[in-house]
């Protein structure tokens, strides 16, 4: 484990070289996580730099002594962070897209730029990272199953209790937590693509869009529960977007590609226009990882990303179908996990 | 409730017009939600001025119609989001400290400065906020209840089902959620004042920090259920500090005052170096909001406030012992809900 943060460390300090960077300042929780095994608790500051220093509040100083690969320093206050960087004579710091406004301006004798230098090294998996995450989806495709949706819809459960005791399995069966919060629409809210868990007993179709961490790596799949003719033949192009974006993966092309093949094929039927997000996107120890497969995006994928694919069609006031799985890299694409389509 | 948002705006656009802003833009989802009504689940962006907008994510474009009561518009692309604030001779933007650093550097034309601008509306509650607190805490309290932890210890549950059981109670109870990620630490692990729920069957003592949400609105609680003669003498010592603290609080005293008086009791009996965090801290919409009742904070208590007083001490290796509860301000600290301090 030790080595291998260190080699991401180092690929991150030939970049800050390359692009003449004194340092980088990170507050992403996940992102010093990956760098030095240590998950904060409240809020931690790692710089990279020859002597790599992450500091923890002091509430975190327990736990960070256990975790962190990186040497730690009680964090007393941001006037004394930015004097220490100083006496270092550093001037050019490379920043997190997401750090917030408030950081940043208290960084304002630095000389700062967003860089996607973690980023870079997050969206390769390793075999660990790649094992963790199938780990996780088979005990979320697992626990979709032990829970029968199709039982629980004739037994009128409400859509949070399903969602509530989908989460209680998937904890039985191994899994941290969830990876985002389940979403578990049925009826008409099946055409609001982030719908939340209500106390409305099971409408048809039902669709669960859920996921679960193991050891902080997320898995993340949808199945839609279909029940007329009508929902069997938006599915059935759904599907055939989902199929073709999936044979279509290999290394070299562009996310882009991706999203055009599955975005052409629902368009061709006519239903373009309620094909309202992008077709998936690259995950890991978040939900959502950098790059996405979205119409605009010109990455390439390489060997050992892993990213899903997710089209869906929504018909506003009447239902929605969305299909989603986890697609790893190898050369071509290989769908993770083995759950059916229709359940 | 039309009106009482119209409130804010208002408010809002005297202050931008006071401090010689053109605007403020808002990306934070409960910022956005407080002022129009409509929780993103995406992304989307308010900006305030005479003729408030939201620019709403295609995928949220029904629900935002639906519960929106500022006119929304999709949003297309950044560039385009700028060239509409460009056209309205706007230059100054006032901006939220979360906004993350990858906007930022998108509104790079313009002057952009943090403003708590939206921060000073939701510190004072209206009464239809502090009803929906007041039931929140009066369906937590009621599920810690129901749960019966000592049962659950001498039935040897795990740390994780218990957290989780409490979850559903609080959802069978009418709870929408749980506010955060619910501590439920037993043994050692109490004196990690951030404990994450484990596998572990329960050891003791129990320190259960929890809480949920009622329409959008957060409930946070502690309590430690002790079990030997030490762990009651650090109890009585955090009764203390949490009680005289509560009788501390009446409008026009500054939080820091709050916090000393706690620190100070503490402090004396010899475990001062063992209180690791701030004394309490806003909540409402976020379970974490400003001001913090912390040793730095020189705001002032005012009525209609509502705020956590949460004494710890922390004995690494040993136990951890926290007792919080919700205040109220009306003229003097009223505890929020009626749950026995020991269980």
Chains 1, 2 share one sequence.
């Not at 736990?63 to 100083?86: P, R």
């Amino acid at each position: 484990m030790e080595s291998s943060k260190n080699v991401h460390i180092d690929n991150i300090l030939k970049r800050l070289e390359k692009n003449n960077f004194d340092a980088m300042f990170l507050a992403n929780f996940n992102n010093i996580r990956y760098l030095t095994g240590y998950l904060s608790t409240s809020f931690a500051f790692l710089i990279i730099k020859e002597n790599p220093i992450v500091y923890v509040s002091a509430m975190d100083m327990e736990i960070a002594s256990k975790t962190s690969s990186c040497q730690i320093k009680k964090f007393e206050s941001f006037n004394s962070l930015v004097d220490d960087l100083k006496e270092e004579n550093i001037k050019k710091l490379a920043i997190e897209e997401d750090l917030t406004a408030g950081i940043y301006k208290k960084l304002d004798d630095f000389t700062l730029e967003i860089s996607d230098f973690v980023n870079l090294e997050r969206m390769i998996k390793s075999k660990d990272e790649i094992s963790k995450m199938e780990t996780a989806v088979n005990i979320a495709h697992k626990s979709l199953i032990e829970l029968d949706v199709r039982a629980k819809q004739e037994d009128s459960w409400e859509e949070w209790a399903c969602s509530y005791e989908l989460g209680r399995i998937m904890r039985e069966n191994g899994a941290e937590i969830e990876s985002f919060d389940t979403i578990f629409a049925s009826g008409a809210d099946t055409s609001l693509p982030h719908s939340v868990p209500s106390h409305k007993v099971l409408e048809t179709p039902i669709l669960v869009d859920y996921g679960c961490k193991f050891e902080g790596y997320c898995s993340d799949t949808t199945r839609t529960f279909i029940y007329t003719e009508k929902q069997e033949e938006i599915s059935s192009i759904v599907l055939e977007a989902h199929d073709k974006a999936i044979n279509a993966i290999k290394e070299g092309v562009q996310y882009s590609e991706i999203d055009k093949i599955a975005r052409d094929i629902i368009t061709e039927y006519g239903y373009g226009d309620n094909f309202i997000h992008s077709t998936g996107h690259n995950l890991g120890l978040d939900i959502h990882e950098s790059p996405n497969a979205s119409i605009r995006d010109q990455n390439i994928i390489e060997k050992n990303m892993v990213f899903t694919i997710e089209p869906g069609i929504y018909l506003e006031g009447e239902f929605g179908v969305r299909i989603e799985d986890m697609v790893f890299v190898d050369k071509k694409g290989i769908v993770m996990g083995d759950l059916p389509v229709y359940l």
